[in-house]
């Protein structure tokens, strides 16, 4: 299941998708990893509750310019203001759940 949702050609784009007032989750990814493969429907469950507060980046990294912070995959960048706040490489369940409560609000469930 490809998870991409975006293309980011250089580094003027990737400035350009970090200028929003949401955090910008941005995770790295290939499609050829299987720790990726096995990682991201966790990080798609536990993203979910808070699409609506959060701008969601997944990048391939086949197709996207090597980024200085990203040293393995998976890997999550999290921007606030376009600052690098956080990174959590291998998208452990915990530092995923963790991230999402401490830069968005706890949603509402029914």
Known sequence: MNYVNAVIEDKAAFERALDTPRPVFVVFTSESCGAC?????????????????????ILDCANTPRHPRVDRIPMLLIYLNQ????????????????????????????
Do not use: C
Not at 37 to 57: G, T, W
Not at 83 to 104: K, V
């Open 37 to 57: 493969r096995e990682r991201m429907p966790v990080f798609m469950r536990i993203s979910e509750p808070y699409k609506d507060q959060i701008k969601l980046l």
């Open 83 to 110: 600052t690098l706040i956080q990174s959590i490489p291998g998208l452990g369940e915990q530092a995923l759940e963790s991230a999402f409560e401490a830069h968005t609000r706890r949603p509402v469930t029914g």
